[in-house]
């Protein structure tokens, strides 16, 4: 009669916990459905619903959100209370406790069902075997731009693959094309999560996201415009930090628009020193000329440039 159900993953937890309702409503009928949240419910209030049981139906399924948030200071009553409830034949409600966390089995002494998005080089696939179910072909290239757009956020990848079934609905096969025209965070234009990795002087990030955007169709000479904008900003506010201007004043001075965006700004521009900067401000320079007058390979160079910035 409890369930404890755990883990980052929204989507796939909502549809454990309808396939469970289901299951119940098989078994006992109707149930009346009641969803807590355990930062406004107290622990006493769960009990009560628990046990009070329907008025109108054979059976009552209360769900607890946030449900780590009951154990604060009550560990052993709690626990003492699922056992007892466990232990019943009879029960008038089913208990279903829902946590983001990973490591609550430790703490309720139930055996917990844990669920996760699949890692970032499982999600093509898991995209294209979604994508059957819904009735669509996706091939594996489109799959992965998916896999690029919305990272693991499943929620998110059933979002675009509904707006593909019904922007293409006799479509044999959705690729990249398709995509590309759909998805709205493609248009949105992810350089800007590769120009948020330079800032943050994460090199591992940066090269992942420039692979992406190269193999998925961006310009080579619009990612540089774009990386020069972004310099231009880091060389001026490196000039102001190194004349003593402070943070919020360097962020109005320079018009960075929003500002939530630049917050911590002095720290992360403190990485590179101005020298660095000019140096691989004329790098780039040199690289747009390369790709402008020659068949030079565009991802070797941008690649070669994020190392030589990154990492010194």
């Not at 989507?11 to 355990?38: C, D, M, P, V």
């Not at 018009?255 to 992360?268: D, E, I, Q, W």
Request: aromatic share 8%; charged share 30%.
């Amino acid at each position: 009669p409890v369930y404890l159900l755990t883990g980052a993953d929204d989507l796939t937890k909502k549809e454990y916990e309808e396939k469970l309702a289901e299951q119940l409503k098989n078994e006992f009928g109707s149930s009346e459905r009641i969803t807590l949240h355990a930062s406004e419910a107290s622990f006493g209030d769960i009990q009560n619903e628990v046990l009070s049981g329907s008025l109108f139906n054979k059976h009552k399924i209360v769900s607890v959100r946030q449900a780590e948030s009951i154990f604060s200071g009550k560990v052993k009553e709690i626990k003492e209370f699922i056992s007892d409830y466990s232990s019943k034949s009879e029960y008038p409600a089913t208990l279903i406790l829902i946590t983001d966390k990973d490591k609550l089995e430790d703490i309720t002494g139930l055996p917990g069902r844990n669920f996760r998005p699949p890692y970032d080089d499982k999600m093509p696939v898991w995209i294209s075997g979604r994508a059957r179910n819904m009735g669509l072909t996706v091939s594996y290239e489109a799959a992965s731009l998916l896999a690029f757009i919305c990272g693991t956020n499943l929620r998110a990848v059933i979002s675009e693959l509904e707006k593909l079934r019904l922007a293409y609905p006799y479509s044999g096969r959705i690729g990249i094309e398709e995509v590309q025209n759909v998805a709205a965070t493609y248009r949105k234009d992810d350089i800007f999560g590769y120009l948020d990795a330079l800032m943050e002087n994460d090199v591992k990030k940066a090269l992942k996201i420039l692979k992406n955007l190269i193999n998925f169709g961006n310009e080579p000479v619009r990612i540089i415009a774009m990386i020069k904008w972004k310099m231009q900003q880091m060389i001026n506010s490196r000039i102001l930090k190194d004349k003593g201007v402070v943070e919020k004043e360097i962020i109005k001075k320079l018009k960075l628009k929003p500002a939530f965006r630049y917050k911590g700004l002095s720290s992360r521009i403190e990485q590179f020193s101005l020298s660095d900067l000019l140096e691989s401000y004329d790098n780039l320079k040199e690289i747009d000329i390369k790709l402008k007058t020659s068949s030079t390979d565009a991802g070797f160079l941008l690649e070669k440039f994020t190392i030589g910035l990154l990492n010194g």
